[in-house]
């Protein structure tokens, strides 16, 4: 006699869910820390791995490897998700945060340049590229595992988590950096003091190992454990490229949205010092309040989404990033206050929360079970690999040509791209395959 099929996914009572995305949610924020680490503190640690030079020359050194973090990502989305897949969301986590956890261990130990030569910067390439192929993994798993979770009338908020978690991950390591920069000394931050984050991480990466291994796999992948004559093996490429306008909407979905989402997190504080002439404190301070703000407001959106679709929202975001990105960048390089700064960044968390709150759920609602992580994954990382891993590089880039303005075009010209897919696109929440 068959064994019964597990419950359906309606079936999980709101406390199981609850707990299953509380422990996916907090696994996702170590690793987005470990992630976000590097790039708080390229500031400091661009000295130790490479000759010197000037600030924006050592920048650019930093900011390369932090592109070649992001080319492992596609093969970090193509490995994971096809694991996801085949053998469970669960297990693809837990082998994700592993790789994290090596990763942020070789940063925090590997000498200077001036210990060992060239072999310092080939270890940190090699320690980012570890980080590169967790975080590839991490992005299409998680996504499908919160969306997996979440019932349907509120996957849109469940969902938002993987951004709440992300941004956390941010805000955690500015937080340690303004812990450090409060209590060492400019020396001591350049000297040594930059290798703390990075232990702190590979620890805390043990914490979400603990976490992960006693989480719940998802009803939906467990119903697909027991498959019908001629259901798809799950987690092929083949099968994968029978969906070519889901793969070309997730490309298109996440063009602008990781564009801008890198141009106002992670390269603003660095914006801020070489550009506004901000102080490293005074940036890391103004950055760590917006990006609380847009903590806040991720699962706000992703509950809007729930009410009114996921369309209107993804509009919202790309018309106000198309209109707003090169006035917003021009007047936050004039900006002389933290107020002003501040209160400008604020806007445009605001406009960049139509795309980060509920992403992952739209690219989740695709595909459906059997194909859903690798889905979700491997287009996305690809996209952010070639356009989001390079935005800082391309924004440097610009800066040294003496054509900073270019970079405020660029993006404004990605964002304008994605609106177009938004404007076509059908509404995934009426549409979802997440709902058999």
């Not at 509380?22 to 503190?41: K, M, Q, R, T």
């Not at 837990?94 to 130990?109: F, P, Q, R, T």
């Not at 298109?252 to 506004?276: D, E, H, R, S």
Request: net charge positive.
């Amino acid at each position: 006699m068959p064994a019964p099929l597990p419950a359906a996914p309606s079936a999980r009572s709101m406390a199981s869910r609850i707990k299953s995305i509380v422990s996916g949610s907090i696994g996702n924020l170590v690793e987005w820390y470990d992630w976000y680490v590097y790039s708080a503190f390229s500031l400091y640690f661009a000295p130790a791995f490479f000759p010197k030079g000037n600030l924006t020359a050592q920048l650019l050194n930093s900011a390369a490897v932090f592109a070649v973090g992001f080319l492992m990502r596609p093969l970090g989305g193509w490995l994971m998700g096809t694991y996801a897949d085949r053998h469970g969301r669960k297990a693809a986590l837990v082998v994700s945060v592993l790789l994290m956890c090596g990763g942020s261990l070789l940063i925090a130990l590997t000498p200077g340049y001036d210990q060992i030569g060239v072999a310092a910067p080939v270890l940190l390439v090699l320690a980012r590229l570890l980080q590169g192929l967790s975080v590839g993994g991490e992005y299409g798993t998680s996504a499908t595992y919160l969306s997996e979770m979440a019932d349907r009338q509120n996957r849109g908020f469940f969902s938002s988590f993987q951004y709440v978690t992300l941004l956390g991950g941010q805000l955690l390591a500015l937080t340690v950096q303004l812990v450090l920069q409060k209590g060492l000394s400019e020396a001591e931050m350049y000297a040594w003091g930059w290798r703390v984050p990075f232990a702190i991480g590979a620890g805390a990466a043990l914490v979400a190992l603990y976490l992960r291994r006693h989480m719940e796999e998802t009803d939906s992948f467990v119903v697909q454990q027991q498959p019908e004559p001629g259901t798809q093996v799950p987690g092929k490429l083949q099968v994968l490229l029978r969906y070519p306008l889901e793969i070309f909407t997730v490309v298109g979905l996440t063009l602008g949205g990781t564009i801008v989402f890198y141009t106002f997190t992670t390269y603003a504080q660095k914006f801020l010092v070489n550009t506004a002439g901000f102080s490293k404190a005074d940036a890391s301070w103004v950055s760590f309040v917006t990006l609380g703000i847009a903590l806040v407001l991720q699962p706000l959106f992703g509950a809007v989404s729930d009410r009114v679709g996921r369309r209107p929202v993804l509009l919202f975001f790309g018309v106000g990033a198309t209109l707003g990105t090169v006035p917003l960048m021009t007047l936050l390089g004039r900006a002389t206050d933290v107020w002003t700064a501040l209160a400008l960044l604020a806007v445009a968390m605001l406009i960049m929360s139509g795309y980060t709150s509920i992403n992952a759920v739209v690219k989740a609602e695709l595909f459906p079970t059997t194909i859903r992580a690798l889905g979700v994954g491997l287009p996305y990382a690809l996209t952010v690999a070639i356009f989001g891993g390079s935005a800082e590089y391309v924004a440097l880039q610009a800066k040294q040509w003496g054509v900073e303005s270019w970079f405020y075009w660029y993006v404004t010209f990605c964002a304008a791209l994605s609106l177009l897919v938004y404007w076509r696109m059908p509404d995934t929440q009426k549409s979802s395959r997440m709902d058999g």
